[in-house]
């Protein structure tokens, strides 16, 4: 390509909170329309707004996990701007001093690792929700929405294709659910991303016009809208046009951005300090607290599973890849299972047919307790892995079923009893003494072919590792 790529993220993540940014009304998903709607939301005359603690203490909970400058002292401002959802007609945010600051967040990117940088994360209140259509000529306005608590995530311009931003925006998406902050639900709105996308020519420092495209509510569409948004800023400007500044929105079903109106700068919206409240002030002790409360984060937790448990680096990450998939491998452990094989089945088989059905594992039809039972007995060598995989296949679709019992029912115990692994061998070497000469002659493909025929004639019973060590043994004579 003749163009790089440059792409930036404001990510609204909602925080999980009972109660909105600046009232005590619910924050409850699926209530009936304006049933959560108070009065401080619905802009009564004389209302005042009082901030959620929790919110704040969620912000400094997210400064600390990417490492972030916290501020001492931050102000709400005012964002004006008329919108039907919007009654106040403005939303309470912060601009000049945001609670976070400066701090990174780093991807894996193939077998490198890359640097986000953070630039700022700041509280705000959601505004309401506008349905069209309900009634003919009509639109209805929903205010449940409105002023719940929003943390807000810049990055700076540091991502350069789709691929980069969908991991970013899943790597954020996982650390904010791990943190407890949000629950991440990305079809309620709880986590939503704005993505700016510009190109300029290779090389250059000077950067293109970018355009923003609204409210992608999955990873699918993030990168959907990206690789159109880039191919139509590069055939515009071949073709000789322009790029002009707008806010874009994504449409999932011709898979098309298409402008909704032109992007507005910062004094557009007139930003000033909101003088119903005071300036947020918070001290070390206050961070050292919250500090204590935290968990072990995914990365450090990462490098922990490959130092103590001998993971792979891709494994370790595919194990920290959620809370409820860590929390799942951890049960397995303290039940005894072997680290590598709990993730191998984990991210193999449990992923595989999570994935197909769209089911989180936190819902898996075969629990922990069922999946340690099955690695025990490849462990102590009742059964293959091969057939393990049998095994598997019957219990997702009836959980009820014993491990053992559809191990007995199908036959699949291996013949682990030396004597008898022994005798299959010898009738094997005798009845191939061309495959036992090649081998002695150097051809070691004929060592494989007499394992091959020794589990063919124990009807694939056979144990592997012992049959490979006895053939061995017999074939060094």
């Keep these: 390509m003749d163009w790089d790529i440059v792409i930036g993220i404001e990510t609204h993540v909602q925080l999980r909170t009972n ?17 959560q709607a108070c009065l401080v939301s619905m802009a009564y005359p004389g209302v005042l707004p009082v901030l959620n603690k929790e919110s704040v203490n969620s912000a400094i909970r997210f400064g600390l996990a990417i490492d972030a ?13 008329f919108y039907p959802d919007l009654p106040k007609g403005y939303q309470i945010s912060q601009f000049e001093l945001p609670i976070v600051g400066k701090g990174k967040l780093s991807i894996d990117i193939g077998d490198e690792s890359k640097d986000i940088r953070i630039l700022r994360a700041h509280l705000e209140e959601d505004a309401g929700k506008s ?35 969908v991991t970013y925006a899943k790597k954020l998406h996982n650390l904010v659910q791990w943190i407890g902050i949000c629950d991440g639900n990305m079809q309620e709105g709880s986590f939503r991303c704005d993505v700016n996308v ?9 950067l293109g016009t970018r355009r923003e495209i609204k409210n992608l509510n999955s990873f699918r569409f993030i990168k959907q809208a990206v690789d159109y948004e880039v191919n139509w800023q590069i055939e515009r400007l071949e073709d000789g046009g322009k790029i002009e500044q707008a806010t874009i929105l994504f449409n999932p079903e011709s898979g098309e951005t298409k402008s909704m109106r032109s992007k507005e700068e910062a004094n557009d919206y007139r930003y000033f300090p909101d003088p119903d409240l005071l300036p947020l002030v918070i001290s070390d002790q206050d961070i050292a607290a919250i500090k204590k409360l935290m968990p072990e984060l995914p990365e450090e937790m990462k490098t922990r599973f490959k130092k103590e448990l001998g993971l792979s680096g891709y494994d370790a990450t595919g194990i ?22 709990a993730a191998n089945w984990i991210l193999g088989n449990l992923f595989s047919q999570l994935n197909d059905k769209n089911i989180d594992i936190l ?14 007995r490849i462990e102590d060598g009742t059964i293959s892995n091969n057939a393990a995989k049998k095994v598997f296949e019957i219990l997702w679709k009836n959980t009820t079923k014993e491990v053992d019992l559809i191990i007995d029912e199908l036959g699949l115990k291996q013949i682990s009893d030396s004597n008898e692994i022994d005798d299959i061998v010898n009738k094997v070497l005798k009845s191939n003494l061309t495959m036992v000469e090649e081998f002695k002659s150097g051809k070691n493909k004929a ?30 004579k």
């Design 69 to 81: 400058e916290i501020a001492s002292k931050s102000i709400f401002a005012r964002k004006n701007y």
């Design 447 to 476: 060592f494989n072919a007499l394992i091959g025929q020794v589990m063919k004639a124990s009807k694939g019973k056979a144990n592997p590792a012992q049959v490979s060590a006895i053939l061995k043994e017999k074939l060094s």
């Design 363 to 376: 819902d898996s039809p075969i629990i922990p307790e069922q999946l340690s039972v099955l690695i025990s």
């Design 19 to 35: 109660t909105k940014q600046f009232s005590g009304a619910s924050t409850k998903y699926g209530s009936e329309p304006n049933s």
């Design 198 to 206: 510009s190109v300029k020519k290779k090389g250059s420092t000077v």
């Design 131 to 165: 349905s069209h259509g309900f009634l003919e000529g009509k639109s209805g306005i929903d205010l449940n929405r409105a002023g719940t608590p929003l943390l807000e995530i810049v990055t700076e311009p540091d991502l350069n294709s789709a691929e980069e931003a």
């Design 320 to 341: 920290t890849s959620s809370r409820n998939v860590t929390k799942y491998f951890l049960k397995l452990i303290d039940l005894g299972a072997s680290p590598k094989l």
